[in-house]
T-cell receptor, first 117, second 115 residues
Framework: AQSVTQLGSHVSVSEGALVLLRCNYS??????LFWYVQYPNQGLQLLLK??????LVKGINGFEAEFKKSETSFHLTKPSAHMSDAAEYFC???????????????FGKGTLLTVNP | NAGVTQTPKFQVLKTGQSMTLQCAQD?????MSWYRQDPGMGLRLIHY???????DQGEVPNGYNVSRSTTEDFPLRLLSAAPSQTSVYFC??????????????FGQGTRLTVV
């Protein structure tokens, strides 16, 4: 079984400031980890993913995340926030290659990012 | 390149009515899933399918039925709508986890209100 905890349901930053959205997971098998972004009244768009290999992964729009197995974390960062980054962000986990359960994403509850001018 | 297509985008039902939410994908993905999104709850899995003719329950299956007669289509049926089913529904498809791109692709969602 997997679970995901996103710390902070609402994060507010100033334009140009660092964005840090926290995600911790639990999984009984090596996981696949994902960050999705949802803009108002839209579907979910993949930001980035970790499957295997390099633990620092880069995604779209300047976001990156680091898989830290020892801390069971997959925090999302962006060095400089832009107004267009305002959206809801979801961290998700599946059972990975060994788990074979790619159809069952377990999501965190989401973090709403507000960017202030 | 349509990806995952959901219809309708919006729907209002009266309590007790039934309806079917449609979902189709054109990426030849094996896996398809339905999620519901409620404020502060994230997305929760309703039903999923690992291939044509194979479906199973997710975390919140009560009040919903699914079937998968083809690889492309995965409709979600509400049998007797209740106000508790007011939500935004997302369909997703994904390839086998052994591919290089195991991520799920989502439709644009169906916003359902039950009055």
């Amino acid at each position: 079984a997997q679970s995901v905890t996103q710390l902070g349901s609402h994060v507010s930053v100033s334009e140009g400031a660092l964005v840090l959205l926290r995600c911790n997971y639990s999984s009984s098998v090596p996981p696949y980890l994902f960050w999705y972004v949802q803009y108002p009244n839209q579907g979910l768009q993949l930001l980035l993913k970790y499957t295997t290999g390099a633990t620092l992964v880069k995604g779209i729009n300047g976001f990156e995340a680091e898989f830290k197995k020892s801390e069971t974390s997959f925090h999302l960062t962006k060095p400089s926030a832009h107004m267009s980054d305002a959206a809801e962000y979801f961290c998700a986990v599946t059972g990975g290659r060994r788990g074979g359960s790619n159809y069952k994403l377990t999501f965190g509850k989401g973090t709403l990012l507000t960017v202030n001018p | 390149n349509a990806g995952v297509t959901q219809t309708p985008k919006f729907q209002v039902l009266k309590t007790g009515q039934s309806m079917t939410l449609q979902c189709a994908q054109d990426m030849n993905h094996e896996y398809m899933s339905w999620y519901r999104q409620d404020p502060g709850m994230g997305l929760r899995l309703i039903h999923y399918s690992v291939g044509a003719g194979i479906t199973d329950q997710g975390e919140v299956p009560n009040g919903y039925n699914v079937s998968r007669s083809t690889t492309e289509d995965f409709p979600l049926r509400l049998l007797s709508a209740a106000p508790s089913q007011t939500s935004v529904y997302f369909c997703a498809s994904s390839p086998d986890s052994r591919t290089l791109t195991p991520e799920a692709f989502f439709g644009q969602g169906t916003r359902l209100t039950v009055v």
